[in-house]
């Protein structure tokens, strides 16, 4: 089992998600995280997806979306040529005793502290998932009360593989 | 021009000539405006049938097959013929009606979100959201349908719309380009000539040809290069009759249900040209015996299907036909290997199937079929349906120039007399036999009112054994003979059913003149239906 990430540029049809994501629960394919959006173009959604699998799996994912109709590319962003960053909000539990120590540890990873109430702040943390998953674990000892996570989204560096879509 | 006259237009200029299709109110603005069309309406007495009938005259007309239905149940039904299609690579445009636009997803009377519930056995669906969108669409919808690897594709159309006047002059796209689907048709050039080069150097090569070279229509440029070549030939299940039956390079059908030298001649052979065929579990059920000891080509218009079951050598994308029209154009010294070819004349021979014995007055189903087969014309078209009459027929029928037909990826039972009934539609001038169990017989048989109705002459052969027999030829092995759900003790009268359709009715068994009953039975162009008694507890194998 291998993790790959995998940038479409899809049609923004009606349904196109739907389509994907249909097909990834019914040939039994595993998704870890998927995020969409519509690009500078209306016309266009980009999505990023993270699957795992193995080898033929993986190969067999980038082959069958490649199949749906409305799909106009898609291609593996390799961790070397790429950047992927994921968005992070926590709730964690913080008595006036703790705020100090939690806020210091938010400040580390450049977290922000964007709600706050008697007993408890949210944190927006933004990175790659290592980051985000370090500043998780740091937080262990003490209560997260909620944890929303946006999976991540990610671009290829350089114009080699941009697509224009002027057409 | 309103959106269901703008449907007929769209329809005319695909140059459908025959709708399969049922009535219902969400669809009746398109029948209403197909009053003053010349295109042939064939009302099938369930939604399912307008499916298959589509498919059987796709399959047969090389064009792409179209039904309609109404809204909620009326498109549901049709859901099974789909995906029966779907599963066989067959095009079919579905065009189903739908509630009001402002009234979709709030349940109202026969809704149905039928394009979510396709999803998963279409190539592509459209709801249709507003009339002006009506032509590019169904120029879209029959071009996904028939190029690239074919398939269903399913157009709902919202009552409100089918009634409401196009904002924008009708106009047919004379041609298409869509920016995300663009099939690959020709073959890479340096991948052909490695096969080129890997044929030249095989000792003991082979074709397994799967029904994509029907779909392709590649049946002679394959022949051709088999024949030059001097490669023997097996085939799939979808694949029967891409080699006449008797050609003295065709080796049988391969398979858990094949015939054992097809088989064998796979296995040991040193290079395995798989060509539209998608290496399932019951045409190859140890992928890895296919790959072992040999070079492995596949040749497939779908990139997916190459490697998802099995690793090959040499994959090759592209349309089947181009393929190997570049193949014949590349190579033109024939090679020989008449001691390849030899030994698996001699594994044929070593390997004659077992009778099944004529006995308590039923008959052999494979020696009747058999006899069927060679009694029929020359190119006529033999429709199985499915379970053990599927397998007799796959074994024991002998096409020549015409054509087999079987529902092989979804194995639905009733596929045969719809399917038949498209296929005798599509070509009138041939004789058109469905061969089906006494099981799918009863699945199906509300269609002899249609066949009625609109003079659809099909040969019906029922065998009737009083059960499900493949289930039963299963649970035999697997259950000791513990059958549960298998056995049709209500069966009806066959003879009553005939002649209440005004069917001209005969019936064979062990004690008959056969060959003189068949000839009896296939002598006009009219319906007609055999009973087959067979013994309940004949095996296939």
Not at chain 1, 17 to 26: D, E, N
Not at chain 1, 104 to 116: C, P, S
Request: proline share 4%; aromatic share 6%; net charge negative.
């Amino acid at each position: 089992m291998r993790k790959k990430v995998f940038q479409l540029l899809v049609d923004n049809n009606p349904g196109t998600l739907s389509r994907i994501s249909g097909l990834f629960s019914r040939r039994g394919y595993n998704i870890e995280s998927i995020t969409a959006g519509t690009t500078a173009d209306p016309r266009f959604t980009r999505i990023t997806i993270v699957a795992s699998g193995d080898d033929v799996i993986l190969d067999q994912i980038e082959k069958q979306v490649s199949k749906l109709v409305d799909v106009r590319d898609i291609h593996e962003l390799l961790p070397e040529d790429s950047v992927y960053r994921e968005l992070a909000l926590v709730k964690v539990r913080a008595e006036a005793d703790q705020r100090q120590s939690i806020l210091a540890t938010a400040d580390i990873f450049r977290g922000n502290i964007i709600d706050v109430s008697p007993d408890s702040l949210i944190i927006e943390i933004t990175g790659n998932q290592s980051k985000i998953d370090a500043f998780l674990k740091l937080l262990e000892g003490y209560e997260i009360l909620e944890l929303a996570r946006t999976g991540i989204a990610g671009l290829g560096r350089g114009t080699d593989k941009v697509i224009y879509l002027d057409e | 021009m309103i959106g269901a006259e703008a449907i007929v237009k769209c329809l005319e200029k695909e140059k459908t000539d025959v709708i399969f299709g049922y009535s219902g109110v969400a669809i009746d603005p398109f029948w209403n405006k197909m009053l003053a069309s010349d295109i042939k309406r064939v009302l099938i007495r369930t939604e399912q049938n307008a499916a298959h009938c589509a498919s059987g005259y796709a399959r047969i007309s090389g064009k792409v097959g179209v039904c309609a239905v109404t809204s909620g149940p009326g498109a549901t039904n049709l859901i099974t013929g789909i995906a029966t299609a779907y599963a066989d690579s067959i095009p079919l445009v579905a065009i189903t009606g739908q509630v009001n636009s402002d009234m979709i997803g709030s349940d109202v009377f026969q809704e149905a979100d039928i394009t979510g519930a396709v999803e998963s056995f279409v190539k592509y669906s459209y709801l249709v959201r507003d009339v002006n969108d009506i032509p590019r669409i169904f120029k879209e919808a029959f071009f996904i349908a028939s190029t690239g690897r074919k398939g269903p594709v399913l157009i709902d159309i919202p009552y409100d719309i089918q009634l409401s006047e196009l904002t924008t002059k009708f106009n047919y796209p004379e041609s298409i380009s869509m920016r995300t689907y663009k099939p690959t048709v020709n073959g890479n050039m340096a991948q052909i000539k490695k096969v080129i080069k890997e044929v030249e150097k095989a000792k003991r090569p082979i074709i397994c040809a799967g029904g994509g070279v029907h779909l392709s229509g590649a049946v002679e440029e394959l022949r051709k290069f088999a024949e030059l070549n001097d490669v023997p030939v097996v085939s799939t299940m979808m694949g029967i009759g891409v080699m006449p039956t008797d050609h003295p390079l065709y080796f049988g059908m391969v398979g858990n249900n094949g015939q054992a030298y097809a088989n064998r001649a796979m296995n040991e052979s040193d290079l395995l040209l798989m060509v539209g065929a998608r290496v399932a579990d019951r045409a190859v059920n140890r992928p890895d015996l296919i790959t072992e000891n040999k070079v492995m080509v596949h040749i497939d218009v779908d990139p997916a299907e190459i490697g998802k079951n099995v690793g090959p050598t040499i994959p090759l994308v592209g349309d089947i036909k181009h393929i190997f029209h570049d193949f014949l154009e590349m190579d033109d010294h024939a090679d020989n290997h008449r001691e390849w070819v030899k030994l698996l004349e001699k594994y044929k021979k070593e390997n004659t199937s077992q009778k099944i014995e004529s006995k308590d007055g039923y008959l052999d189903p494979k020696d009747f079929i058999c006899k069927l087969s060679e009694c029929m014309k020359d190119d006529a078209i033999y429709v199985a349906d499915v379970g053990q009459n599927q397998m007799w027929s796959c074994e024991c029928s002998k096409v020549r120039d015409g054509r087999f037909l079987t529902s092989g990826g979804m194995g639905t039972m009733g596929y045969s007399i719809p399917a038949a009934m498209g296929a005798k539609i599509a070509a009138p001038n041939k004789q058109v036999v469905a061969v089906i169990g006494d099981g799918a017989f009863q699945m199906s048989m509300m269609e002899l009112a249609t066949m009625r109705q609109y003079g659809i002459p099909v040969k019906i052969v029922v065998m009737k054994n009083g059960y499900l027999g493949m289930v039963r030829e299963h649970q035999h092995f697997a259950y000791n003979d513990n059958y549960s759900m298998v056995e049709l003790s209500g069966d009806p009268d066959l003879s009553l059913i005939a002649s209440a359709y005004g069917m001209e009715y005969m019936k064979v068994d062990g004690n008959s003149d056969v060959v003189k009953d068949i000839k009896k039975f296939l002598k006009d162009d009219k319906s007609s239906l055999m009973e087959v008694v067979v013994d309940p507890m004949a095996l296939t194998k």
